[in-house]
Nanobody, 115 residues
Framework: QVQLVESGGGLVQPGGSLRLTCAYS????????LKWYRQAPGKQRDLVAA???????NYADSVKGRFTISRDNAKNTVYLQMNSLKPEDTGIYYC?????????WGQGTQVTVSS
């Protein structure tokens, strides 16, 4: 059974940085596409960044140039480096893993950008 555990969230001032980590437990990590989603209060969960099993990446327009998604297949971990944070980046960040018909979610980590 696959489990995803996010960490690294917290309170940061506008312009600051955070690195989120998602630790994956289970088999076949390198086969999974991995994504980070964000859910702001009262809003739907939106895709922020994605990385395929081959390492290709995609980003929401709102975070391009500021966020970087990466994966370490040796450590079964996916990261989201967030720079130049803005108040509108506030929300719960969820890690997602998908391969064929298997889809898994983490429990989320809160990111608050405020002065």
């Amino acid at each position: 059974q696959v489990q995803l555990v996010e960490s690294g969230g917290g309170l940061v001032q506008p312009g600051g940085s955070l690195r989120l980590t998602c630790a994956y437990s289970g088999s076949s990590f390198r086969m999974y596409g991995l994504k980070w989603y964000r859910q702001a209060p009262g809003k739907q969960r939106d895709l922020v960044a994605a990385i395929s099993s081959s390492g290709s990446t995609n980003y929401a327009d709102s975070v391009k140039g500021r966020f970087t998604i990466s994966r370490d297949n040796a450590k079964n971990t996916v990261y989201l480096q967030m720079n130049s944070l803005k108040p509108e980046d506030t929300g719960i960040y969820y890690c997602n893993a998908e391969w064929l018909r298997s889809v898994y979610w983490g429990q989320g980590t809160q990111v608050t950008v405020s002065s």
